[in-house]
């Protein structure tokens, strides 16, 4: 058996390193090598947000196969997953916020669920041979990547930013230090992060198809312009004489 020549030894080495390379980016770098391939296409950007948010609402994606891996499929254990964790902004507020707050606000939200995420993995054992927690992972930095380039367009196209929800930025840790209460804290958890993405699969369809803001509108800001036009006049009318009246 003849050994490899020295031309295809050399070519062997470039693509070596450059496959360990790509093995040893870290979860940040992947995620800002993604953000430097933005499309410059908003409906093309809209579309990936909305499948992705519609994929990630459905509960047999992440909290169906954790609920059965933890023992919890009982109807009394399902009760307490079905309370929902209080922690995620609700439709209501969410649509209340211009495109660019709504924007960061999920961004934001959603980087504390990835936080959430490894605190669970870490409390209950089980969760670490959960392979829809890698998944809800890689769909979770799918959409803020895709946040991301459709900030940068509506940015580019002179959208005001408006600040974000406050409080989203610092998620809750969890409390729990037995295994029990862990587990349903974890799946309330995820019953929250289901809605969530549920409320913001319905704010993005109510987006237009282009940028312009045709569709969608700050309720806020209306608002604020309905309330100026319905100020009272401060002129004060004159009296008529009496004797105009009768004429």
Request: aromatic content about 4%; hydrophobic content about 35%; some cysteine.
């Amino acid at each position: 058996m003849r050994a490899p020549s020295m031309r295809a030894q050399r070519t062997r080495r470039p693509l070596l390193s450059l496959a360990l390379g790509l093995l040893l980016l870290s979860p940040a770098a992947e995620a800002a090598v993604a953000m430097r391939r933005c499309s410059s296409s908003y409906t093309q950007l809209l579309g990936q947000l909305r499948s992705l948010a519609h994929l990630m609402k459905d509960t047999s994606c992440l909290l169906e196969p954790y609920i059965r891996l933890q023992g919890l499929d009982t109807p009394v254990l399902r009760g307490f997953c079905t309370e929902c964790s209080g922690a995620f902004p609700s439709e209501d507020a969410l649509a209340a916020l211009s495109r660019l707050a709504f924007l960061q606000t999920v961004s934001a939200t959603l980087d504390g669920v990835l936080q959430r995420l490894a605190v669970l993995q870490q409390k209950c054992l089980k969760a670490k041979d959960l392979p829809e927690f890698h998944v809800a992972r890689k769909n979770i930095q799918g959409v803020r990547n895709n946040i991301y380039c459709m900030s940068e367009l509506l940015t580019n196209g002179s959208e005001t930013p408006e600040a974000p929800l406050p409080g989203t930025e610092a998620p809750l840790r969890p409390s729990a230090q037995d295994t029990f209460q862990a587990k349903v804290e974890g799946c309330q958890l995820l019953c929250g992060y289901h809605r969530f993405m549920g409320s913001v699969e319905q704010v993005f369809e109510k987006w237009g198809d282009s940028p312009s803001r045709n569709r969608r509108h700050s309720p806020r800001r209306a608002l604020h312009k309905g309330a100026r036009r319905a100020r009272p006049s401060r002129r004060v009318k004159k009296p008529v004489p009496r004797g105009q009246l009768s004429r």
